[in-house]
């Protein structure tokens, strides 16, 4: 398996094992917990500069949502310009605006640096409003991007076959394969000393005075200074309660009449619907996102993709349908990334988390400023991106508000559990969560008959499971934690599996 799900994603063709022989007795200036854009991004950028760094992945190089993203590179986020100036001002806004313009020119300098082909092309996009009230959005984001200086113009007309009110062009975006992009970066930090350790699990840290101590399934690890790159870090956080968890799905298809789009396209519908176009195998397919939720929080995942798919179905001459997958992304609670210091540790660990939907540029993003942490101490976006910042929330969407919940999941979920009678109620292919006598467990019977039985308590902090049909998957509905059928960790932030009670037939 080479990403965090039972689908294949369209870059995945591309991974391969990455680790290098290593001697992990020796002392690390920095570890980087993570192998996806942000983990590998920020070990290039730190071994450029001298350090002796070695990244630490519990599956392989892109198995989590590098592999799974649809890779759009945008400089407006998200997190609206308009929004962030109502909550943070307008001179934090205009930095998060330089976050983005950054975050490419870092992406443009690897590939020129390094000579790397990844598909990339920079692009203009349309931001599209289908009704009144989008139109309404529109306009404020607009207004918003004026005054930080974001060049966003009015356009009559759009690439994309999608009856609309009114659009925007945004000139100067772009996309790329990440598969390609991140391979090469561990490519040429390979090349510079730089050491991967793959299949590897960080289960902890211990804090020292000059070093940590992190302890993995494959022996302790000593480091000047840690980064986590794993969306959300092991143990419990203040972050855990900032930032949520959410999955967004994506599918590839070739068009009938081959008349994809020339640009990037987004409405404003919520969750919105995202649409690019990438060349694989010398053909054209037009990759569309969206039905995004809270991770475990579907009772049916399989039903997002048969409502994105007819709904691409709808506007576009759909003729194939090549790929679909889903990934996971996190969505901080007042709408901008937590990049820096991780709370309540000393000063040698490092988090980014919460990227929203531009997980492609914040992670590049923070490479730079974790960077500018760690070897000069400070980094121009450091407050703004505070792990420890305490900000309002009261301006923004339900959509975001919604991670407010995160807390009473827990005890929500004590009571989320099916009684079965008898194992035959379980059709193949079918999953269940349920409780005998005073314990929970969760059941998955594969199409031969095949039951795997395990305990349904994430080991993380104790919420239960659910079934993800989409991607085979048992999710955490708190953190976000996923596991498979046989209850291996996919995603943290749990480091530990699902107890496994048996693996069984039954006829
Ligand atoms: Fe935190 Fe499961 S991920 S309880």
Known sequence: MYRDGARK?????????????????????????????????????LQESGQKCIIIEAANIGFGTTGGTTAHLNDFFDTTFAQVIKDFGLENAKLYAESGKDAIQLIENNIR??????????????????????????????????????????????????????????????HFHPIKYIKALCEAFIQLGGAIEEKCICEGYKEHDDYIVLTTSKGEIKAKNVVYATHIPPGIN???????????????????????????GYDLCEPYHYYRVQEFEGENLLIAGGEDHKTGHSDDTGECFSRLENYVRKHFDVETTYFSWSSQYYEPIDGLP??????????????????????????????????????????????????????????FTDFIKENASVAFDYIKDKIFVERIDSLSEIKPGEAKVFRYE??????????????????????????????????LSWDCPCHGSRFNVNGKMLTGPSTKPLDKIFPFQKK
């Open 9 to 45: 994603s369209i870059w995945q063709n591309e991974i391969k094992r990455l680790s290098t022989e290593n001697d992990l007795t020796e002392w690390f200036d920095t570890a980087i917990v993570g192998g996806g854009i942000t983990g590998v991004s920020t070990a290039l950028k």
């Open 113 to 174: 640096r390094y000579g790397i082909s990844c598909d990339f092309v920079r692009k203009s996009a349309y931001l599209f409003a289908l009704d009144e009230n989008q139109e309404k959005q529109l306009k404020d984001i607009v207004t918003g991007a004026a005054e930080v200086g974001h060049e966003m113009l009015y356009v009559n007309e759009i690439s994309f076959p999608i009856p609309f009110r009114e659009a925007v062009l945004i000139p100067a975006q772009g």
């Open 238 to 264: 203040l972050l855990h309660f900032t930032n949520a968890p959410y999955r967004s799905y994506a599918m590839a298809f070739s068009l009938k009449d081959n008349d994809y789009p020339r640009e990037l």
């Open 338 to 395: 937590y990049i820096g210091k991780l709370p309540g540790t000393k000063d040698r660990i490092y988090v980014a988390t919460g990227f929203r939907g531009n997980g492609m540029i914040f992670g590049t993003l923070s490479s730079q400023i974790l960077h500018d942490l760690i070897i000069t101490g400070e980094s121009k976006y450091e407050h703004l991106f505070s792990p420890s910042r305490i900000k309002p929330i009261a301006g």
């Open 438 to 471: 005073s314990e929970t467990y969760a059941l998955y019977k594969e199409l031969n008959g095949t039951f795997h039985l395990l305990r349904s308590t994430c080991p993380h902090a104790s919420c239960e499971v659910r079934w993800n049909s989409a991607e």
